[in-house]
Nanobody
Framework: QVQLQESGGGLVQPGGSLRLSCAAS????????MGWYRQAPGKQRELVAS???????NYLDSVQGRFTISRDNAKNMVYLQMNSLKPEDTADYYC???????????????WGQGTQVTVSS
């Protein structure tokens, strides 16, 4: 089994910053893409940012230039640095990883339980 544990959410004022972290643990042979999704109340879950094992990144247009995704392959961790936060960034943020657990198992998607980010004055 693979577990993803997020941390770093909270309440921040508009214009502020937060850094989300996600640690992958368990049976891991290889982690392929990792990323962050978010879901606001009444809205569908959307991809915020993703990063491949080689470091190629992709961002939601509305966070481009404000958010930065990075990963530490040695520690099986992914991070999301969020700057210039806006009220519309308020959502539950979920860590995602595509993981190959072992040589016998195919790669599959895993999700964290989510961390809440609230941007409000």
């Amino acid at each position: 089994q693979v577990q993803l544990q997020e941390s770093g959410g909270g309440l921040v004022q508009p214009g502020g910053s937060l850094r989300l972290s996600c640690a992958a643990s368990g049976s891991i042979l290889r982690i392929n893409a990792m990323g962050w999704y978010r879901q606001a109340p009444g809205k569908q879950r959307e991809l915020v940012a993703s990063i491949t094992s080689g470091g190629t990144t992709n961002y939601l247009d509305s966070v481009q230039g404000r958010f930065t995704i990075s990963r530490d392959n040695a520690k099986n961790m992914v991070y999301l640095q969020m700057n210039s936060l806006k009220p519309e960034d308020t959502a539950d943020y979920y860590c995602h990883a595509n993981v190959k657990p072992s040589a016998l198992w195919a790669s599959r998607d895993y999700w964290g339980q989510g961390t809440q980010v609230t941007v409000s004055s």
